[in-house]
């Protein structure tokens, strides 16, 4: 069992930014692959980033990318999502989660965290 714990997020003007963290309660829990999603009410979860355990590969959604980051820090295993040149469509509940391969999903969750992004 892997419990993760957002933070990060709060209200934000068009423009600015915010970094999320992401904490992991177990030592070896940051040796999973690790994504952030996000979601709004009445919508469907959506993917924004995912980073492998080992930090050297990132992938993206078209939709932030070149203005998010998502990176790893082992040593304080916490995961972190900065994210630059907010708009106001990237309003909505962050998710954290780690990717378990023996069941090929992404099975453990945080209880999200909210950014609100004014206009």
């Known amino acids: 069992q892997v419990d993760l714990v957002e933070s990060g997020g709060g209200l934000a003007q068009a423009g600015a930014s915010l970094r999320l963290s992401c904490v992991a309660s177990?030592?070896?829990?940051?040796?999973?692959?690790m994504g952030w999603f996000r979601q709004n009410p009445g919508e469907a979860r959506e993917f924004v980033a995912r980073?492998?355990?080992?930090?050297?590969?990132?992938e993206y959604a078209d939709s932030v990318k070149g203005r998010f980051t998502i990176s790893i820090d082992h040593a304080k295993e916490t995961m972190y999502l900065s994210m630059n040149n907010l708009r106001p469509e990237d309003t909505a509940v962050y998710y954290c989660?780690?990717?378990?391969?023996?069941?090929?999903?992404?099975?453990?969750w945080g209880p999200g965290t909210q950014v609100t992004v004014s206009s």
């Open positions: 177990r030592r070896t829990s940051m040796h999973y692959d």
């Open positions: 989660a780690a990717w378990v391969p023996a069941r090929r999903e992404y099975d453990y």
């Open positions: 980073i492998s355990k080992d930090g050297a590969n990132m």
